[in-house]
Each structure stands twice: as C-alpha cells, then as structure tokens.
C-alpha cells in the first residue's frame, strides 16, 4: 500500500509539472492603484484583446502582439474590487458589485478607443432595479444573458433576450429554485443551449437546472 500511495504521489506531481509545459511568460501590464479581478478574450479583424476587469472600470488591452500588450482604453464604471466581463457578437457585458447596473460596450470600433457604451438598469418588470450583480454569463447557442447574485429576487438568476438587440437587452424572467430561504442566491453558472448549471454556495450544493 506504502508503495501504491508514492507512485500515485509521483504521478500526480508528474501531471502537475506537465501541465505547466509550453507556457512561457511574454510581457505584464501594471496597474497603478487597481485591483484587478477578473478576464475575458475577444478577437476580431486579426488582432486579440484581454478584457480586463480593473477596479475603476473595464479596462481593454491590445494582446496582438503578447510582448507587447498595450491598453487602449479604459471604460469607466463605479469603483469595485469585482467586476466580471463576457462577450456575444462584438459586445461586451459588464457587472460589478459597486452598481452600476449592466454595462454594454459596443467593441465593433476596436482597435480605436472611442467606443459606444451605456448602462441597462432593466426594463419590463424590472424596470430601473437592476443595480449590481456578481456574476454573469451567456449562452451563445440560444442568445441568452444571464446575471447571478444580483440586488433582485434574493440573487437568483436573472435571464435577459439578446437576439433582438443584443446592444439593449430585454429582460425575460428569472430562474425560481425554491430550494428554500438561504438556497436561492446563485453565485455564479454556466449556461448552454437552455441548459443551466448553477453553483449555489449557500447550503453546500450545485443543482444543475433547465
């Protein structure tokens, strides 16, 4: 069994190390004064960015060249040490947890920095209440955004209809789990083709839900 126990030791440090071949630090960015607290990647007419979630907003980085990666404008937003970024067509969705509601940043204008943006505080029967969220995600096969941990309906998940105008989001509904008064707050999820799988961290588990 001693034996048995060394061999799987070794090969789990084996794997780890392996996993660390053929990457290989290029370049750093500095922010002065910034936490930064989240990333996302967007490619469009040959060039690639790093959407970076900076404290004093969305911060979008040139990273054609890894070398030499070079920020070309920073979105302004409310002051956050969370904020979280993802991308559908070229727009970019933006939450923190210091407000702010939605911010949608039209990239279409990349690699300038004089791009369109404006913030969505919910429409419908949430009109004007959206104010922050933790996370969010989209399911690029169906056109969906979806928002977790928000101000509303104790931080359930909140679904908002991209396919009309993915610039101005409309809200759909939200995701009613039920699971009891401390077990609807949904901190974070993936989403695919209607199928949501969501990580409810209070109450120790992780439904996977339609």
Do not use: C
């Amino acid at each position: 069994m001693r034996h048995l126990v060394l061999f799987l030791l070794s090969a789990l440090t084996t794997q780890l190390f392996a996993q660390n071949l053929n990457v290989d630090f290029s370049a750093k960015l500095t922010y002065t004064g910034q936490h930064l607290s989240n990333i996302w990647g967007y490619a469009a007419g040959g060039n690639e960015y790093a959407l970076v979630g900076a404290a004093n907003g969305l911060s979008i980085v040139d990273v054609t060249n890894p070398s030499s990666p070079t920020e070309i404008v920073q979105i302004p937003g409310p002051t956050s040490d969370w904020r979280e970024i993802k991308t559908y067509s070229h727009y970019a969705y933006v939450v923190s947890e210091g407000g702010g509601g939605l911010q949608v940043v039209d990239l279409n204008g990349l690699p300038g920095n004089n791009l369109t943006f404006h913030a969505y505080f919910g429409n419908g029967a949430i009109n004007g209440q959206l104010i922050r969220a933790h996370a969010l995600h989209v399911d690029v096969t169906k056109g969906y955004l979806y928002l977790y941990g928000t101000n509303l309906f104790s931080g359930r998940a909140l679904v908002f209809n991209l396919n009309a105008d993915p610039y101005n989001p409309s809200y759909v509904g939200y995701f009613n789990s039920n699971f009891g008064s401390n077990h609807n707050y949904v901190h974070d999820g993936f989403v695919d083709n209607d199928i949501m799988y969501s990580g409810h961290i209070y109450g120790g588990f992780s439904p996977s839900s339609t």
